[in-house]
């Protein structure tokens, strides 16, 4: 129950609790979330390998809270005995720049692929895989907040490929 509190209350700071969108270097946020992870790469032995990132407009807490939320779902949603495997790469598409985070972990049945992006919706028993069911939909409200879209490409038992796209040069909502 504590955790769907810490959970709910961090869901609501997406909009509340903000920071004006200043020119980041993402590579610093994805930093920031692999040295809130090292605890758990290190025990998964995971290997993770990155594109340098470049420098967007937006909330860099914000931003490294959702690399830490998609990393961290790839390091929780592995198949048994495999060596978590993660690649974060970045392209600049028209207007926008799209950031991946890739796994080769459990995947997700495609029929589901807007479902996970809810509040309180999981695919799995509550017994399966700790989680309230409110990372991705946070992750959904921090990429909305700065303009852009997330979506994952997912086969199961072939890994997931999660994508989130931020405008160039957005001004921060009010």
């Given at each position: 129950?504590?955790?769907?509190?810490?959970?709910?209350?961090?869901?609501?700071?997406?909009?509340?609790?903000?920071?004006?969108?200043?020119?980041?270097?993402?590579?610093e946020a994805?930093?920031?979330?692999?040295?809130n992870l090292?605890?758990?790469?290190?025990?998964?032995?995971?290997?993770?390998?990155?594109?340098?990132?470049?420098?967007?407009?937006?909330?860099?807490?914000?931003?490294?809270?959702?690399?830490?939320?998609?990393?961290?779902?790839?390091?929780?949603?592995?198949?048994?005995?495999?060596?978590?495997?993660?690649?974060?790469?970045?392209?600049?598409?028209?207007?926008?720049?799209?950031?991946?985070?890739?796994?080769?972990?459990?995947?997700?049945?495609?029929?589901?692929?807007?479902?996970?992006?809810?509040?309180?919706?999981?695919?799995?028993?509550?017994?399966?895989?700790?989680?309230?069911?409110?990372?991705?939909?946070?992750?959904?409200?921090?990429?909305?907040?700065?303009?852009?879209?997330?979506?994952v490409e997912?086969?199961?038992?072939?890994?997931?490929?999660?994508?989130?796209?931020?405008?160039?040069?957005?001004?921060?909502?009010?």
């Amino acid at each position: 129950m504590q955790q769907v509190i810490q959970d709910l209350l961090a869901y609501s700071r997406v909009q509340t609790k903000v920071q004006v969108f200043n020119l980041i270097d993402t590579d610093e946020a994805l930093d920031r979330a692999l040295a809130n992870l090292q605890l758990v790469i290190r025990e998964k032995g995971a290997v993770i390998t990155r594109d340098p990132l470049p420098r967007v407009f937006a909330d860099g807490t914000q931003i490294a809270q959702l690399f830490q939320n998609l990393v961290g779902n790839a390091l929780k949603f592995q198949k048994p005995g495999a060596t978590p495997e993660i690649r974060i790469t970045s392209v600049t598409e028209g207007d926008r720049q799209v950031f991946s985070v890739a796994d080769n972990g459990i995947g997700i049945d495609p029929r589901f692929a807007d479902r996970i992006f809810k509040i309180f919706q999981r695919l799995h028993a509550k017994g399966e895989y700790d989680g309230t069911g409110i990372g991705l939909a946070i992750c959904r409200r921090i990429v909305e907040r700065h303009g852009g879209a997330i979506e994952v490409e997912s086969e199961p038992g072939a890994g997931s490929t999660f994508s989130f796209s931020i405008p160039f040069h957005r001004e921060a909502p009010p």
